[in-house]
């Protein structure tokens, strides 16, 4: 194999088209480079992301034990509205949530398959809606820590998407809007605590995504279940590969496992 690593979240770096890397053992692989190239993957073992060890993944890269131990999986990463550190209240690690949960958040919409609200960390704009597969996106309200932009995201909620169809959005079933009509058509619905925190002044970002040849349908590849993958690559959008024969694969579903990489 010509690259061998624990499979972690595709980098990615903002341009026309975005450009995507693999961080393997010894270097990054770009993966633009492999657009229309047979590509290999093997799978080799499991390497959870937090103790290394070859224990299989349970949830976002992490074993079992870990998933319930490190801080970097507590339930507000995925329900930002549970977040307490504003209150000085632990939940895994008080520094580690300090961090992470006292820092600039926006609240935006993106447009992947439908229009969604999201919360993300000021630093990951615009690498999470590059990551939702968004074509477009913009930001709604920027608060000074997580839990104003969970319970700001629970409220738009009742009135817009918060889930991505995957599948509409990797065979580009998708439209475009109107997403500053979409933004001031939700602003009463913010909650008062973030009110004073509402964006105006920026537009649409429009995203665009390394695609040669978009899949008919989609039939997505598990590496438990199938090992040893071969296949051209045909596009990279969110954080899937897509390959010529309608196969998916989702790098960032996939990370805590070790693979091999071959391209011809």
């Given at each position: 194999m ?7 979240k595709m ?35 499991h ?63 993106a447009n ?6 999201g ?45 991505t ?7 580009n ?11 001031e ?32 349908k ?14 051209i ?7 899937y ?6 196969t ?17």
């Open positions: 010509l690259y061998e690593g624990v499979l972690r980098r990615t770096e903002l341009g026309q088209p975005i450009q995507y890397f693999l961080m393997m053992e010894g270097g990054f692989l770009n993966l633009n480079q492999a657009l229309n190239k047979t590509l290999t993957l093997q799978f080799i073992k390497q959870c992301l937090n103790c290394g060890e070859n224990r299989p993944i349970y949830r976002q890269g992490f074993c079992k034990n870990c998933f319930f131990e490190t801080p970097a999986a507590g339930d507000w990463i995925m329900k930002p509205e549970l977040s307490t550190a504003h209150l000085g209240k632990e939940d895994r690690d008080l520094e580690y949530e300090k961090r992470v949960q006292l820092q600039p958040h926006i609240v935006y919409l992947s398959s439908n229009v969604k609200v919360v993300t960390r000021k630093t990951q704009v615009p690498t999470r809606w590059i990551d939702q597969g968004a074509h477009e996106a913009i930001e709604i309200v920027e608060v000074p820590n997580r839990y104003l932009a969970g319970i700001t995201e629970v409220a738009l909620k009742e009135h817009v998407g918060d889930k169809n995957w599948r509409k959005m990797l065979t079933s998708v439209e475009d809007v109107d997403l500053v009509e979409w933004r058509k939700l602003k009463s619905y913010i909650p008062g605590e973030a009110q004073d925190y509402f964006i105006t002044a920026n537009t649409e970002t429009n995203l665009e995504f390394p695609v040669v040849q978009y899949p008919e989609v039939q997505s590849l598990n590496l438990d279940k199938n090992p040893s993958f071969t296949g690559l045909k596009g990279i959008k969110g954080q590969l897509i390959f010529e024969d309608n998916v694969f989702n790098v960032r579903g996939s990370e805590g496992y070790y693979v091999g990489i071959d391209i011809n």
